[in-house]
Structure formats: structure tokens, C-alpha cells
């Protein structure tokens, strides 16, 4: 009879955790436009980092930052 090999555990560490968090602070601080900010990193996974497929995401996200900025000279 053949021995069963065990399975290394399928839960792995967290890597990198702090990076993490820190990613989570920086896109706290985009207030308004972070849904789009995460949207666009959506696209990005999704398209294999390819940025021409995810125009529409660029652009909605840039725009956002311009109402922010527009609206913080005000």
C-alpha cells in the first residue's frame, strides 16, 4: 500500500500585511474617488495590467481628482 503524502496547509501566512494597510490609508485619503481608485485596480487585474483597457476607469478616476482639486481651491 502507498503511504499518503499530507498536504502542506492550505492557509497561508498574510505577506506583506502592513503593506496592505497601508494601501488601505492611502486610498482612505482619496475620499470620494477611491471607489473609482479601486474600480480602476479592478480593471487592472482583470486586463492583465494592460492600461489601454481600462481607459474609462483612467479618465473617471482623473476626473474625480480634478472636482477634489477644484473644490479645495474653492
Known sequence: MAQSVPFPSQQ???????DA???DENV???????????SLQ???IDNNR???SCQREVQAL???NERMKNDKVK
Open 12 to 18: 497561508q501566512p498574510v505577506l506583506h500585511q502592513s
Open 21 to 23: 494597510d497601508d494601501d
Open 28 to 38: 482612505k485619503q482619496l475620499r470620494e474617488c477611491s471607489s473609482l481608485y479601486l
Open 42 to 44: 479592478d480593471c487592472l
Open 50 to 52: 494592460n492600461w489601454k
Open 62 to 64: 482623473k476626473a474625480c
